[in-house]
């Protein structure tokens, strides 16, 4: 079984709608992480947890917002879906070990496409 | 702001030719890692450098990092078509310790 689960791996909606995207692990790992994946742009930060009561804003948070209902939960939310946001959306998880060059464990992505 | 420059971006070879794929900064890391990511996945880490001028191999791949850790290299000896994949660099730098990811370097390893 997968360690970092993704669901849904695919969407389709129409501008203005709510979705969330949903993310669980079985790593025991306390920091959680959402990235967009663009072509030509890489991997982008949009939020990020270390724990249950600490949330994080990244590098494009703008539109996005997040919940980290259990350690082995996070989720993101888009309140009013844009055609911009049409991505690939990843979350991962790492484990503070040495605190620096920690692996993130990737999930498998969910492909998003607004309409 | 890029903080991390891929080059090339794509890179299109033969089986059993040698490349080097360059991740570059004007900012030091404490860390620089390596991802690659096959179509319909995630990234999966590679390796990861953390001191000045420090070398990795893992098989046939090659890793450098930076006598000033702000730049890292990959090398491929004899590349297989099950090389082929996005190849990503990361730098890990602050207090807590956030990952800035390059833009990628989409290799194909034609057969």
């Known amino acids: 079984d997968a360690d970092v689960t993704q669901t849904p791996r695919n969407r389709i909606t129409k501008t203005g709608k709510r979705i969330m995207l949903e993310c669980s692990q079985t790593k025991g790992h306390d920091r959680m992480y959402w990235y967009r994946q663009d072509p030509g742009l890489g991997l982008r930060l949009i939020y990020y947890?270390?724990?249950?009561?600490?949330?994080n804003k990244g590098e494009i948070s703008d539109g996005y917002s997040v919940s980290r209902q259990a350690q082995a939960k996070f989720s993101l939310s888009l309140e009013s879906a844009i055609p911009n946001q049409t991505a690939l959306y990843f979350c991962?998880?790492?484990?503070?070990?040495?605190?620096?060059?920690?692996?993130?464990?990737f999930g498998p992505g969910t492909r998003l496409t607004v309409l | 702001t890029q903080l991390l420059e891929q080059s090339p971006q794509f890179l299109s070879i033969q089986e059993g030719e040698n490349l080097t794929v360059y991740c570059n900064s004007s900012?030091?890391?404490?860390?620089l890692q390596w991802y690659r990511q096959e179509p319909g996945e995630g990234p999966v880490l590679l390796v990861t450098?953390?001191?000045?001028?420090e070398v990795k191999k893992l098989k046939r791949l090659t890793f450098q990092f930076g006598d000033a850790r702000k730049d890292s290299s990959l090398h491929i000896t004899a590349a297989q078509p099950g090389d082929t994949g996005l190849y990503l660099c990361?730098?890990?730098?602050?207090?807590?310790?956030?990952?800035?990811f390059g833009k990628g370097t989409l290799l194909t390893v034609n057969p």
């Open positions: 947890s270390f724990d249950v009561k600490d949330i």
């Open positions: 990361a730098g890990g730098r602050g207090s807590n310790y956030k990952l800035t």
């Open positions: 991962a998880t790492s484990d503070e070990t040495s605190g620096i060059g920690d692996t993130q464990y």
């Open positions: 900012s030091v890391f404490s860390s």
């Open positions: 450098v953390v001191t000045g001028g």
